[in-house]
């Protein structure tokens, strides 16, 4: 089971923002790989990967995004919020099949 | 470049079944798994299950054993999903996205849903 916190991030403009993930059980695989992703998902769009591995920036994410985190405690941190960031934000486990979602974290500005 | 292209809203009655395509182009289809993601309005993604065509073969979350049919046509590198007995429960927006290579689909990391079609909204509704 994926849990998420906080589930509503208001934000302001410019400032950090970090959302925490939590895992039941360890996600890290016997190849030694932790398979913990994030996702961003804006108003009205498909989902976007964003990192991948734990810490890994997926193709054309912005440097702003950075994820970390180990066994079964993951953040995603923004560095300073923009505009284009307003969505909601899911953390995923690649481990354990089948894979699972948190239940997404809603991140709007203040 | 790799695109996934789905079908058309639909909209369906109760106890009838829907059936969706998702459309690969830029990506040796045979290579990988995909899979389909549901999302009820104002809710969460729920992994539906996958299509692994390499194997011919299909694995599907608990909560939808029974009434789901993942399939794939190598020859136009197309899946599809169908879901039968549909209530207004499903009413939702369905995703596919390229899932994991098919030699390790049962891990999900770098090549994994980074991917997604446009999503297929399907309304049940007498």
């Known amino acids: 089971v994926m849990t998420q916190s906080p589930l509503s991030l208001p934000v302001t403009l410019g400032q950090p923002a970090s959302i925490s993930c939590s895992s039941s059980?360890?996600?890290?695989?016997?190849?030694?790989?932790?398979?913990l992703s994030w996702f961003q998902q804006r108003p009205g769009q498909s989902p976007r990967r964003l990192i991948y591995?734990?810490?890994n920036w997926a193709s054309g994410v912005p440097d702003r995004f950075s994820g970390s985190g180990s066994g079964t405690d993951f953040t995603l941190r923004i560095s300073r919020v923009e505009a284009e960031d307003v969505g909601v934000y899911y953390c995923?486990?690649?481990?354990?099949?089948?894979?699972?979602f948190g239940p997404g974290t809603k991140v709007d500005i203040k | 470049q790799v695109r996934l292209v789905q079908s058309g809203a639909e909209v369906k009655k109760p106890g009838s079944s829907v059936k969706v395509s998702c459309k690969a182009s830029?990506?040796?289809?045979?290579?990988?798994?995909f899979f389909w993601v549901r999302q009820a309005p104002g809710h969460g993604l729920e992994w539906m299950g996958e299509?692994?065509?390499?194997?011919?073969?299909?694995n599907y979350a608990q909560q939808f054993q029974g009434r789901v049919r993942i399939t794939a046509d190598k020859s136009t590198s197309t899946a599809y999903m169908e879901l039968s007995s549909l209530t207004s429960e499903d009413t939702a927006m369905y995703y596919c996205?390229?899932?994991?290579?098919?030699?390790?689909?049962?891990?999900?990391?770098?090549?994994?849903?980074?991917?997604w079609g446009q999503g297929t909204l399907v309304t049940v509704s007498s």
């Open positions: 996205a390229r899932g994991a290579p098919s030699g390790r689909y049962y891990l999900c990391g770098e090549d994994c849903f980074d991917y």
């Open positions: 830029g990506v040796t289809f045979s290579t990988y798994a």
């Open positions: 299509i692994i065509p390499v194997y011919d073969t299909a």
């Open positions: 059980q360890s996600l890290v695989y016997t190849d030694g790989n932790t398979y």
């Open positions: 591995n734990v810490s």
């Open positions: 995923m486990q690649g481990t354990h099949w089948p894979f699972t």
